[in-house]
C-alpha cells in the first residue's frame, strides 16, 4: 500500500512537534509510604518532523506505548518509551508527556479525619538524537488558601481569602516523591486545604491563614526559598494562580530557576 506520509514535501517547513493527544492509559505509581497506586493519564507523543517529509506515521506511536506497556506504565519505563519513539518514527527529537490526579491520604489538623486529597501531576520526558541523556520534569500542583495581607491590614472585621493553585515543576538529580512536592508546595501557602473538616478543624484552619497572610509574591518566593535549599532539585518552574474571591480577574506569579548556573 502507498505510503503518503513518507513521501517528501516541497514546501521545505520543518515541524517542531508532530504526534497523538489525549491518549487514555494506565499509570502505577509507588508511593511513598511503600504502597502502590494506580492512575489513568492522558498522555501526549510528539516528535519533530524535517522539512523534508510531508508526515508522520500516527499509528506509530501507539505501537511503541502497547510494546512497552503491556501492564501499566511506571515512571521509570518513561524514558525508554521515549527513545523508542525517537527511534522508530526515525525522528531526531521526541517527547512525552502524561497527566494524571493522584491521590494522597491526609488527615485533617486537629480531628485527625483522613480523607483523600487529589493533586495533578505530569512526567514529561524529551529525548535527543543529540544528547546521551533523556530530560526528565516532573510537575505537582496542589490547591491550597492564600489570605490577602492588604486585606487584613485595612479591613476593621477580616480579609478576604481564596484558594490557589500552586504548582511546581522539577528536575532532580535523586529520587523526589511526589508527596514530598506536594508537601513543600501546600506550606508555602497561608494554609493548607483538607478534604475532610470538622467544626474543630475549620477553625484551626481559618485563623491559621488569618495568622499567616501571604500575597500571590509571597507564595512562589517561599516557595523558591524552599526548593533553593533541596539539593535533589537541579531546576524548577513554580507559579500561584489566587482565584481571587472580590475581584472578577485571578493573581499569578511565577519564577524559573536552574541552580546549576
Known amino acids: 500500500m502507498p505510503d503518503v506520509q513518507g513521501l517528501g514535501d516541497i514546501r521545505g517547513v520543518a515541524i517542531d512537534r508532530v504526534g497523538v493527544k489525549d491518549v487514555t492509559f494506565p499509570v502505577r505509581l509507588r508511593t511513598r509510604d511503600g504502597g502502590e497506586q494506580t492512575t489513568v493519564a492522558k498522555i501526549n507523543m510528539y516528535v519533530s518532523l524535517p522539512h523534508t517529509r510531508k508526515g508522520t506515521h500516527m499509528s506509530r506511536f501507539l505501537d511503541v506505548l502497547n510494546e512497552h506497556s503491556a501492564e501499566p506504565i511506571t515512571p521509570a519505563m518513561i524514558p525508554g518509551i521515549t527513545r523508542a519513539i525517537r527511534e522508530r518514527l526515525d525522528a531526531a527529537d521526541a517527547h512525552f508527556e ?31 538524537h543529540s544528547s546521551s541523556t533523556d530530560d526528565f520534569v516532573m510537575g505537582v500542583m496542589a490547591p491550597a488558601t492564600s489570605l490577602c495581607p492588604c486585606s487584613k491590614e485595612i479591613s476593621r472585621y477580616g480579609a478576604h481569602n481564596q484558594r490557589c493553585h500552586i504548582e511546581a515543576k522539577v528536575r532532580t538529580s535523586k529520587l523526589l516523591w511526589i508527596e514530598e512536592l ?17 467544626r474543630p478543624d475549620e477553625k484551626y484552619v481559618t485563623e491559621r491563614a488569618f495568622e499567616n497572610p501571604k500575597f500571590v509574591e509571597d507564595i512562589v518566593r517561599d516557595l523558591a526559598v524552599t526548593l533553593n535549599s533541596e539539593p535533589r532539585i537541579d531546576w524548577y518552574q513554580i507559579n500561584s494562580e489566587n482565584f481571587e474571591s472580590i475581584h472578577n480577574h485571578n493573581a499569578y506569579a511565577q519564577i524559573t530557576r536552574d541552580k546549576r548556573r
Open 182 to 198: 506536594a508537601s513543600m508546595l501546600e506550606k508555602s501557602a497561608s494554609t493548607e486545604v483538607f478534604a475532610i473538616l470538622k
Open 98 to 128: 502524561a497527566r494524571f490526579t493522584y491521590f494522597i491520604k491526609k488527615a485533617a489538623p486537629v480531628s485527625g479525619r483522613v480523607g483523600l486529597m487529589d493533586y495533578q501531576v505530569s512526567f514529561e520526558c524529551e529525548s535527543n
